[in-house]
C-alpha cells in the first residue's frame, strides 16, 4: 500500500498561483494512477485533475482545464498540481488519492487518500 501527505496549500489573493504536492511513501509510486481532489464542508468531494502511472496521461475537470496543470516526478514520488488565476471559488481542501488499477474521476474508486491541504483565496 502507500501513504499520502499533501502540502503547499495557503493564502492566496485573487489571480495568483498556488502548487500543491502530494509526497507518497510505501509500494513505488509508479504502480499508482493519482487524482486531484476538493471539498468544501457544504458541498461534495469534487474531481480536479487525474494522472497516469508514467503521468504521460492526464485529465482535468472541463472547468478546470487551462488553470490546473498535474504532473509527477516518480523518482521523487510526488505528484504535484499547478493551480494559476485562482479565484475564490477555488476555496476548498484539496486531497491526493491514488488507485493501482482505476484511471477516472470517481473519488469513491480511489483506494488510497492523503490528509488535505486547505487552500483559501482572497477576492
Known amino acids: 500500500q502507500v501513504q499520502l501527505v499533501e502540502s503547499g496549500g495557503g493564502l492566496v489573493q485573487a489571480g495568483g498561483s498556488l502548487r500543491l504536492s502530494c509526497a507518497a511513501s510505501?509500494?513505488?509510486?509508479?504502480?499508482?494512477?493519482v487524482g486531484w481532489f476538493r471539498q468544501t464542508p457544504g458541498k461534495e468531494r469534487e474531481f480536479v485533475a487525474r494522472i497516469t502511472k508514467s503521468g504521460v496521461g492526464r485529465g482535468y475537470a472541463d472547468s478546470l482545464k487551462g488553470r490546473f496543470t498535474i504532473s509527477r516526478d516518480n523518482a521523487k514520488n510526488t505528484v504535484s498540481l499547478q493551480m494559476n488565476s485562482l479565484t475564490p471559488e477555488d476555496t476548498a481542501v484539496y486531497y491526493c488519492a491514488a488507485s493501482v488499477n482505476y484511471y477516472g474521476t470517481s473519488g469513491d474508486q480511489f483506494d488510497y487518500w492523503g490528509q488535505g491541504t486547505q487552500v483559501t483565496v482572497s477576492s
Open positions: 510505501g509500494r513505488s509510486f509508479s504502480s499508482y494512477n
